[in-house]
Nanobody, 119 residues
Framework: QVQLVEAGGGLVQTGGSLRLSCAAS????????MAWFRQAPGKEREFVARVSRSGSITYYSDSVKGRFTISRDNAKNTVYLQMNSLKPEDTAVYYCAASATTGREYDYWGQGTQVTVSS
C-alpha cells in the first residue's frame, strides 16, 4: 500500500511559478513510475508528466512541455513538479499517481492540490 500526499498548490499570477511535491509512504517508492495528472472544472482528468523509477526518463504532455519539469528524489520518497510560465489554462486540481506497470495503469492516487493561475 502506498499513500501519496501532495503539497505546494496555491494562487499565482500568469507567468509565475509553483513547485508541487508529492510525498509517498512506504519503502517501495523507487519501484513505482510516478506521474502528475490534473483536472480542471468541468473537464476530464488529463495526464501532465511522468518520470521513470530511476528518474532518468521523463515524458510530458504537449501542453506543458518546456514549461514544467518532473523530478523525483527516491531517498526522500518524493516526486516534484516544477511549473514555470504558468497560464490561466493551467488552473486545475493536480494529482500525483504511482504506477507499478510503468504508466499503463496507476495504482495509487493522492488527494490533489489546487493550482489557480490568475490572468
Amino acid at each position: 500500500q502506498v499513500q501519496l500526499v501532495e503539497a505546494g498548490g496555491g494562487l499565482v499570477q500568469t507567468g509565475g511559478s509553483l513547485r508541487l511535491s508529492c510525498a509517498a509512504s512506504g519503502r517501495t517508492f523507487s519501484t513505482y513510475t510516478m506521474a502528475w495528472f490534473r483536472q480542471a472544472p468541468g473537464k476530464e482528468r488529463e495526464f501532465v508528466a511522468r518520470v521513470s523509477r530511476s528518474g532518468s526518463i521523463t515524458y510530458y504532455s504537449d501542453s506543458v512541455k518546456g514549461r514544467f519539469t518532473i523530478s523525483r528524489d527516491n531517498a526522500k520518497n518524493t516526486v516534484y513538479l516544477q511549473m514555470n510560465s504558468l497560464k490561466p489554462e493551467d488552473t486545475a486540481v493536480y494529482y500525483c499517481a504511482a504506477s507499478a506497470t510503468t504508466g499503463r495503469e496507476y495504482d495509487y492516487w493522492g488527494q490533489g492540490t489546487q493550482v489557480t493561475v490568475s490572468s
